[in-house]
């Protein structure tokens, strides 16, 4: 199966959706280190805040994948029923 080149803009978007899932991936990763840290000093409070924003940032990555895959699975599909 050969693969088609994407336009400039589809291009873009993709890269835009590929570095959200990095970004966000990261940042969950970040929080979720800073609430343990901050549990371990007794900072319960602060650590659930970090905790829910690291939460809150895998969502954020979890959509982005899902998104990926959707707009590879309705590319695909189309090239699979011909």
């Known amino acids: 199966m050969t693969e088609e080149k994407l336009s400039p803009e589809e291009e873009q978007k993709q890269l835009e959706v590929t570095m959200g899932l990095i970004i966000n991936g990261g940042n969950a990763k970040s ?13 319960i409070d602060v650590a659930h805040e ?33």
């Open 31 to 43: 929080f979720a280190f800073e609430a343990i840290r901050e549990a371990k000093k007794g900072h």
């Open 50 to 82: 970090k905790l829910k924003a690291a939460d809150k940032a895998l969502v954020e990555a979890h959509n982005a994948q899902t998104d990926m895959l959707t707009k590879e699975a309705q590319a695909i599909m189309p090239k699979l029923l011909y």
